[in-house]
């Protein structure tokens, strides 16, 4: 391939042009040229930086898992092994029976795999855990048998009751996604639970054989850098352009066609041609560009949802907190809170100087309170004054801030997160294979296999690989 155009320019569109520029090697003879088409006027998608009290603070995913070596190793390619930061808190607590409560031992994803450090936590109360136990003196059989994928919520319910499902699995694993674990794939976010719920006997015993208990020595499970996460996407879009890499800001792709040998990507009144594409859009724009191709593909993509969220970031004096932090922040369930229809739009709150030591200062905290999710996006259209004001109302009930805030930052997601329903790989997996079969087109992000940052560079890498393939020609 003499030229590859990369369609998008967030972490996976950037990452799949790092791959097709020459990865970690560096061009060489046969690498093609670049180029990256971004429809905004800035790079990286949600990961964004914004200074807040002197520092640059992410408002977009603050941190990144280490258990997957795709973001590190960028990472150390791009020469930024020095400005790592392991996070610094430990822990975390969830909203429950009218206080924050520290979430207890043993989870795996907010599943428990221990009933004695759930039930000691106080947060499923008597009939959460008389459920709970039932799982260790008679658990409940599966009887639908083996099968492909199940929803996490009633899969969880069935063998360790509701509670469980709203006030530690909902919030965590459906906090992820903005989304509900009523109808979210188990395969597609935490394969283990699929494998342990299809095993005789108690699903705590079973998922802790499939998830062991980390070492003492293992690395630190989240990262970030130094100056955020969006320093990943500046040095990286810089070291592309020390490499040759055309980006193109403000350029989005109105239009793909096939010509000949050739792709033609129309943008405005320009059209670039190139001999392979990569789409590393989300699914609807994806959808629009490769539907007049194929309805198949078009039809498959344009089934993906997605949630919006609206970040708020708080600049707080110390003394204006009712007790010192602890842990890395809370959860909110959606539901079981125990406050009727009038529900909490603040879903979450991190502490991100306390999660991330290059974010502390004396005197002062940083807060980050997350609302809305798939089904009620109404914090989206609030002014940023009532989402602040929402949201330290909401802050004054949960951890007891007082006074007004030193400093408020709003950051508005629409669309951002997708919804990973039941049998998306399979939609996943067809999506691929239709796209393959227009020959020289990959597509890439955060639609198809992980919503985190390493899943996604992952994804853009893999996409510019299969091109890159003599097979793909």
């Known amino acids: 391939m003499s030229r590859v155009i990369v369609i998008g320019g967030g972490i996976s569109g950037l990452a799949a042009a790092w791959e097709l520029s020459g990865g970690a090697q560096g061009p060489n003879a046969d690498t093609p040229e670049v180029i990256v088409l971004e429809g905004s006027d800035r790079l990286g998608g949600a990961l964004r930086g914004e200074t807040i009290g002197g520092r640059v603070v992410d408002v977009g995913p603050d941190g990144f898992l280490g258990r997957r070596p795709e973001a590190l190793d960028l990472c150390h390619e791009l020469a930024l092994g020095d400005a790592l930061v392991p996070i610094a808190g430990r822990g975390a607590g969830v909203w429950a029976r009218g206080r924050v409560r520290p979430l207890p031992a043993g989870l795996a994803l907010g599943i428990p795999t221990r009933f004695w450090p759930a039930a000691r936590s106080g947060i499923l109360g008597f009939r959460g855990n008389a459920a709970l136990a039932r799982d260790v003196v008679a658990p409940r059989p599966d009887l639908r048998g083996p099968i492909g994928?199940?929803?996490?919520?009633?899969?969880?319910?069935?063998?360790?009751?509701?509670?469980?499902?709203?006030?530690?699995?909902?919030?965590?694993?459906?906090?992820?996604?903005?989304?509900?674990?009523?109808?979210?794939?188990?395969?597609?976010?935490?394969?283990?639970?699929?494998?342990?719920?299809?095993?005789?006997?108690?699903?705590?015993?079973?998922?802790?054989?499939?998830?062991?208990?980390?070492?003492?020595?293992?690395?630190?499970?989240?990262?970030?850098?130094?100056?955020?996460?969006?320093?990943?996407?500046?040095?990286?879009?810089?070291?592309?352009?020390?490499?040759?890499?055309?980006?193109?800001?403000?350029?989005?792709?109105?239009?793909?066609?096939?010509?000949?040998?050739?792709?033609?990507?129309?943008?405005?009144?320009?059209?670039?041609?190139?001999?392979?594409?990569?789409?590393?859009?989300?699914?609807?724009?994806?959808?629009?560009?490769?539907?007049?191709?194929?309805?198949?593909?078009?039809?498959?993509?344009?089934?993906?949802?997605?949630?919006?969220?609206?970040?708020?970031?708080?600049?707080?004096?110390?003394?204006?907190?009712?007790?010192?932090?602890?842990?890395?922040?809370?959860?909110?369930?959606?539901?079981?809170t125990g406050r009727g229809n009038d529900k909490w739009a603040v879903t979450a709150c991190t502490y991100l100087s306390t999660k991330w030591p290059n974010l502390a200062r004396p005197g002062e905290q940083l807060l980050r309170a997350s609302l809305g999710r798939f089904g009620n996006d109404e914090a989206n259209g609030w002014s940023d004054d009532k989402v602040i004001e929402r949201a330290w109302s909401e802050l004054s009930t949960f951890i007891g801030v007082s006074g007004d805030p030193l400093e408020a930052l709003v950051a508005r997601w629409p669309a951002a997160l997708p919804q990973y329903r039941v049998h998306h790989l399979v939609r996943t997996s067809g999506i691929e294979s239709a796209v393959a079969r227009l020959g020289n087109v990959a597509v890439a992000g955060a639609a198809y296999r992980g919503v985190g940052i390493p899943a996604c560079i992952a994804s853009g890498r893999a996409a510019a690989r299969s091109l890159l393939r003599p097979s793909a020609r």
């Open 149 to 336: 994928d199940r929803s996490v919520g009633p899969l969880v319910a069935r063998k360790l009751g509701q509670r469980v499902v709203d006030m530690l699995v909902d919030p965590l694993i459906g906090g992820i996604h903005a989304g509900s674990v009523d109808d979210m794939s188990t395969v597609a976010t935490y394969p283990p639970l699929l494998v342990a719920a299809q095993r005789r006997g108690s699903l705590m015993r079973a998922l802790r054989a499939e998830v062991p208990k980390p070492s003492a020595d293992a690395p630190p499970l989240f990262w970030s850098l130094e100056g955020g996460t969006s320093s990943l996407v500046h040095a990286l879009s810089a070291a592309l352009v020390a490499r040759g890499t055309i980006i193109h800001r403000a350029r989005s792709a109105d239009a793909l066609e096939r010509q000949g040998a050739k792709w033609v990507v129309t943008s405005g009144p320009d059209a670039f041609e190139a001999d392979g594409v990569v789409v590393a859009t989300a699914a609807p724009a994806a959808s629009r560009l490769l539907h007049p191709l194929d309805d198949e593909i078009g039809g498959l993509l344009s089934g993906i949802d997605y949630a919006s969220v609206t970040l708020v970031t708080f600049r707080v004096p110390e003394d204006s907190l009712a007790a010192p932090l602890v842990g890395t922040g809370f959860l909110v369930p959606r539901r079981g």
